[in-house]
């Protein structure tokens, strides 16, 4: 059974090799199934934050906060410093930059206020 796995052919047909190509998918809520696995209420026992671009994260079944690297103004950085040194411009050492992220707080990340008690009406006191 040598050159066989699980049944298939050992060969692949003759051709251009086949690709499935999918758009990624992130597991929006995978942290809060997790969460849940471990028996953690977020945001009870749990905050929660997640460092990512996707806007789907306001979507989930609770809105997790998260953090944005800005991944377009880092490559538009990037790709200026690399031009910058082909064009043979000067710098007197390392280059520097800072490049503002954003934080998107939302419900994951918040505690709620403590939950009062309200006991039920006490009769008088007899004397």
């Known amino acids: 059974m040598r050159g ?3 049944g298939r052919p050992a060969a692949r047909p003759p051709g251009p090799a086949r690709r499935r ?3 990624l998918r992130p597991q929006r809520d995978r942290p809060l199934a997790a ?3 471990y ?3 977020v945001p009870d026992d749990l ?13 989930t079944e609770l809105p997790l906060t998260t953090l944005s690297l800005k991944p377009r103004r880092i ?3 990037v790709v200026q410093l690399l031009i910058d040194a082909i ?3 000067e710098n007197d050492g390392p280059v520097e930059q800072v490049i503002p992220t ?3 707080v939302r419900t994951s990340s918040q505690r709620r206020p403590p939950r009062t008690t309200v006991s039920p009406p006490r009769s008088p006191a007899k004397d």
């Open 39 to 41: 028996g953690l209420r």
């Open 75 to 77: 490559g538009t950085a």
């Open 47 to 59: 905050l929660l934050v997640c460092c990512s671009e996707s806007a789907g994260y306001a979507t």
């Open 87 to 89: 064009e043979g411009v």
């Open 35 to 37: 969460a849940r696995r």
């Open 21 to 23: 190509v999918r758009p």
């Open 4 to 6: 066989r796995r699980r």
């Open 102 to 104: 954003e934080l998107i």
